[in-house]
């Protein structure tokens, strides 16, 4: 029998690229899609007829689906992931947003329900394997900024790889004193900190999803540099997500530990 799938933020530009990831799908089918202005018939989201449309998690009936496929908005995404957990639905969680503490407390709520789910910051490819390499880059380069750059409608900043990276830096780095920075004369200039790490987030139309990592050392530099250029290339994460969700019996953060 099909799994079925809920998904949360149908509307928006990574929820259609998943509900035609899904409709392609053997062994999946999308049973339920949840977001609160939706305009236009099912067909014109590419849903099947049979699909229950839902504006608000008020409106949902009890066992609404097994997986929970969720890019909405930073706003929603914690609220969501919970109502997925406490109903034992596995979350599959795109949105960026959630603080470490919401985390925390999710991560402990599906392992007392032994119920798999995965949050991914980034579900590209490119993405996942610059966080992997920055982390091992750190143990031999403590002095290190990041650079990401995104598309001018994003909604949080900085945004979750940027983030994610910067923690997976710190993770691995030795015990380190950042330069400290002597003369500003305008705020905000060295960008965000995240434990002696600065982070810049730069929005612009044009861009999609961008990131480098620039580590210094002694007369030498290293860069490392992902460029997603389209929303696609984060589907084939969502699809191994999905393959991989119902063997876990715990909420899992980064695609890297499912891969
Ligand atoms: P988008 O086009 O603005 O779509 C957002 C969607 O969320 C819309 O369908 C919107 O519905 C819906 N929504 C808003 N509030 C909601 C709520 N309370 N409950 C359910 N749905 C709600 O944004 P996007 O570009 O698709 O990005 C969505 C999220 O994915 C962002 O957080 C982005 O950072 C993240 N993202 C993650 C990855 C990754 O690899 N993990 C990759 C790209 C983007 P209405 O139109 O009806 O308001």
Redesign the pocket.
């Known amino acids: 029998m099909s799994r079925r799938v809920l998904i ?8 259609q690229y998943t509900v035609d990831l899904v409709n392609s799908l053997d062994g999946f089918e999308i049973t339920a899609g ?5 305009e236009g018939d099912k067909a014109s989201y590419h849903l099947a007829d049979s699909v229950k449309i839902y504006h608000s998690l008020a409106e949902l009936p009890d066992d609404v689906a097994d997986v929970w496929i969720d ?4 706003e ?1 995404v914690y609220e ?1 992931t919970k109502y997925a957990v406490d109903h034992g639905i596995s979350p599959i969680i ?4 959630l603080t470490d503490d919401q985390e925390s407390g999710l991560i402990k709520a599906a392992t007392d329900k032994q119920l798999g789910g995965i949050i ?5 490819m490119s993405a996942v394997l610059l966080m992997k390499f920055a982390a091992e880059s750190a143990k031999y380069f403590p002095d290190v900024e990041v650079i990401e750059m995104h598309h001018a ?4 900043a900085p945004s ?1 790889t940027a983030l994610a990276t910067a923690k997976k830096i710190d993770e691995n780095r030795p015990e380190h004193e950042s330069s400290p920075d002597k003369v500003t004369t305008l705020a905000h200039v060295r960008g965000g900190d995240y434990h002696g790490i600065h982070i810049h987030s730069v929005r612009l139309p044009g861009y999609v ?1 961008h990131e480098q990592v620039l580590f210094g050392g002694p007369g030498e530099a290293l860069t490392i540099r992902q460029d997603s250029f389209d ?1 696609k290339s ?1 589907m084939s ?1 969502v699809k191994v997500a999905l393959q991989k969700v119902g063997d876990l019996k715990t909420l899992v953060v980064g695609l890297e530990n499912v891969l």
């Not at 991914?120 to 590209?124: R, S, V, W």
């Open positions: 949360a933020g149908f509307t928006g530009a990574m929820g949840l977001s609160p202005k939706v890019f909405t908005t930073p929603a969501n795109g949105t960026t947003g991914a910051p980034n579900f590209g409608d994003k909604a949080d979750g999803a929303r984060f994460g």
